[in-house]
């Protein structure tokens, strides 16, 4: 794409034509130039066509089949462009420049890119959706910018300045946003329901409270209404910034931690204390987590569904005892690689957990038939099972597992010893069952 002869606001791509996808060009089309030497591209956001003094195209009697459409209908199928073919189709003609900024197709902004200039996109965007109602845009509900590496917290900055209506924010991966970027979006969008800052080493804490050092307790109703959080692989998170988030968003309800290696059982304290609401919780490779953290979690009693256990090796049987007794409604269990688990622990989780829908016991070696058959006997509605690496599997649980669990979709038995005739049973009886095995003589 070529530059018009009048600049206007624009967003800026670097790219060079090796890495270049159809989502990063504004038109779709390949790069006019081989050059792999990176340059700009004016991409998406111009001033409306004819008013930048530019050389008017010779009239036509043709016209194309698309102009017959009304407007509501033109509406429609630009509801289903992304961002940057909206900005795309808005410099096709002064009718389609204003139907693509009708404030009703940008609930949503959608970047895509890892050279894509996120903080000056984000100033365009925002500062052009912001001409009908100056300062502020009170539509923009939505902001997708994960894997655009080079968003900061400046064009943060903009969001939380100008879209006091915010409910969703995904900056996965961005690894230069930080904690004040995330309170100057907490603190002016007092919707936010939804945040995913995994992948953001830098993000360490979210709060109310701009000055990290010295955390205070939020004043009654000035609570974060947060009840979705991601901090996948956030590594610098530690238990005084779970408390933090335990005291300023009490309101969650699904919280992620998978990879926050600095975590211990404290932090699953907190978390028990002051976020009684929680249903949805991970914890994977928090491997200083034991049977006290999980003791912990048990204490949110009947509200959790989804727990996440994986590769806490210090969990044994006490902990899975604790979480059977006080969670009786858990439906997701993901404990793979707790080695510490036996057959007695599944056995008290089959027991009072008859809900469980799937169980994930993969890389226990001391998880055998005994166990199984008690999940097969309790666990009626089991839909998925991985009991990857479990060595002392064999057929006779895989027999009483066919024919107590019919509704099972989902079983791995990869690198474990079955015979291929156990395998024929449960496909027998499960008819809709998808197998996963490394078993050659079964196909």
């Known amino acids: 794409m070529q530059t018009l002869s009048t600049p206007s606001p624009a967003l800026i791509l670097n790219h060079s034509p090796s890495t270049l996808s159809p989502q990063t060009v504004p038109n779709g089309q390949d790069s006019p130039s081989p050059s792999p030497v990176p340059r700009e591209t004016v991409a998406m956001v111009h001033a409306p066509p004819g008013t930048q003094g530019c050389k008017r195209l010779p009239k036509t009697h043709h016209t194309a089949l698309v102009d017959f459409l009304p407007d509501p209908i033109l509406l429609q199928v630009f509801a289903h462009l992304s961002t940057p073919q909206l900005c795309r189709c808005a410099r096709v003609c002064r009718r389609w420049y204003n139907l693509a900024w009708d404030p009703r197709l940008w609930r949503t902004v959608r970047l895509t890119g890892e050279l894509l200039h996120a903080d000056r996109a984000l100033r365009v965007l925002t500062y052009r959706l912001c001409q009908d109602t100056p300062n502020v845009c009170l539509t923009l509900e939505t902001v997708v910018a994960s894997g655009c590496r080079r968003l900061s917290d400046r064009g943060l900055r903009v969001v ?14 961005c690894y230069n946003v930080s904690n004040e970027a995330v309170f100057d979006v907490v603190s ?5 329901e939804h945040l995913d800052v995994s992948g953001c080493p ?3 804490c979210i709060s109310l409270t701009e000055e990290t050092s010295t955390q205070l307790a939020p004043l009654p109703g000035q609570q974060i209404s947060l009840r979705y959080l991601d901090m996948t692989d956030c590594t610098s998170l530690e238990d005084e910034g779970v408390r933090i988030i335990a005291t300023h968003c009490p309101r969650l309800t699904h919280l992620y931690l998978r990879r926050c290696v600095r975590l211990t059982d404290e932090a699953v304290r907190q978390l028990a204390l002051r976020c009684t609401s929680l249903r949805e919780l991970s914890l994977s490779d928090c ?24 590769h806490c090796a210090r969990i044994t049987d006490v902990g899975l005892r604790y979480l059977a007794r006080y969670c009786p409604r858990l439906r997701y269990l993901n404990a793979r690689g707790c080695e510490g688990l036996t ?8 027991r009072s957990c008859p809900r469980l829908r799937s169980l994930d016991v993969g890389r226990c070696p001391l998880v055998s038939d005994a166990g199984l058959e008690v999940v097969a006997h309790c ?16 057929g006779r649980g895989l027999r009483a597992l066919a024919t107590g669990c019919p509704e099972l979709q989902l079983l791995n038995v990869q690198e474990c010893e079955v015979a291929p005739e156990m395998l024929k049973v ?6 809709r069952c998808v197998i996963e095995h490394t078993i050659p003589a079964f196909y």
């Open 287 to 310: 491997r200083l987590i034991g049977d006290f953290g999980l003791r912990e979690v048990a204490r949110m009693e009947g509200r959790l569904r989804y727990l996440s256990v994986a």
């Open 426 to 431: 449960v496909r027998r009886h499960c008819r």
């Open 379 to 394: 666990c009626l509605g089991l839909r998925r099972l991985s009991l990857r690496g479990c060595e002392s599997v064999s």
């Open 343 to 350: 057959d007695q622990g599944l056995a008290h989780l089959a």
């Open 202 to 204: 830098k993000v360490t």
């Open 188 to 192: 002016s969008c007092p919707n936010l």
């Open 160 to 173: 939380a300045q100008s879209c006091p209506e915010l409910r969703r924010l995904e900056v996965a991966g």
